[in-house]
């Protein structure tokens, strides 16, 4: 299925949304600046890529197990560019009730579990796949709780001729692509939010959202913001 977001959700669950990602986009940036170290070798530009998935509850908020999440790599020509150097990690936030987001883990610490998390969240595995819109990012991880937002960071090094032509559209669209899947809950409704953006030297160059009610697993478009 492939489908676009609403604004609203059905269980009063989509927590003033505009405000959450102001912030989400300020604590996004603000990590990329901490994480971003230059890249001064002739002839190459580094790219960031950052990827959020909010999970914000369901008629029974119940936690979504063996979470699989999927969204557009960044390609050139719908194929997947080597970098010369690159990295990824991944942090985990709580929605508090005013809407300030609270850093609960990072892939290498717990900072401050939040609501109904106990431990930390554990990542079965990262990588590449090719699916119908082109090749895609995948995380596979344990579990997450409703109010959670779940952040991927990434980053390549590339020469510039191949830097200038990445993207995260998919081909032949103006928009990205993404989607999630928790394994053996495929009937769940669950409302929740998609974020990616694309940063060239710390410069945003993309960014596409998608916020949906309702939904079952599947894909849907994010539309440019």
Do not use: C
């Not at 990445?166 to 974020?195: M, P, Y």
């Amino acid at each position: 299925m492939l489908g676009r977001g609403n604004d609203k959700g059905k269980f009063g669950t989509i927590i003033s949304w505009n405000i959450v990602a102001s912030v989400l986009v300020v604590v996004v940036v603000v990590g990329l600046v901490l994480w971003f170290k230059p890249w001064e070798a002739g002839g190459t530009v580094r790219l960031d890529y950052r990827v959020s998935f909010t999970y914000f509850g369901s008629e029974d908020n119940a936690p979504l197990e063996n979470v699989v999440l999927k969204w557009s790599a960044p390609k050139m020509e719908n194929s997947v560019v080597q970098d010369i150097e690159g990295g990824t990690t991944w942090e985990l936030y709580y929605i508090e009730d005013d809407n300030t987001l609270t850093l609960q883990a990072t892939e290498n610490e717990i900072i401050n579990l939040r609501g109904n998390r106990k431990s930390q969240l554990e990542m079965y595995a990262f990588g590449h796949e090719y699916s119908g819109y082109g090749p895609v990012l995948v995380a596979w991880f344990d579990r997450l709780y409703p109010r959670e937002v779940f952040i991927r960071l990434g980053y390549g090094v590339y020469d510039k001729t191949v830097a200038d032509e990445l993207t995260l559209k998919v081909r032949g669209q103006t928009d990205s692509v993404a989607g999630w899947h928790a394994v053996g809950q495929e009937n769940q409704r669950i409302d929740f939010s998609f974020w990616v953006g694309f940063w060239r030297e710390n410069e945003l160059i993309e960014q596409f959202e998608w916020i949906q009610e309702n939904m079952t697993y599947g894909w849907a478009w994010l539309w440019p913001v």
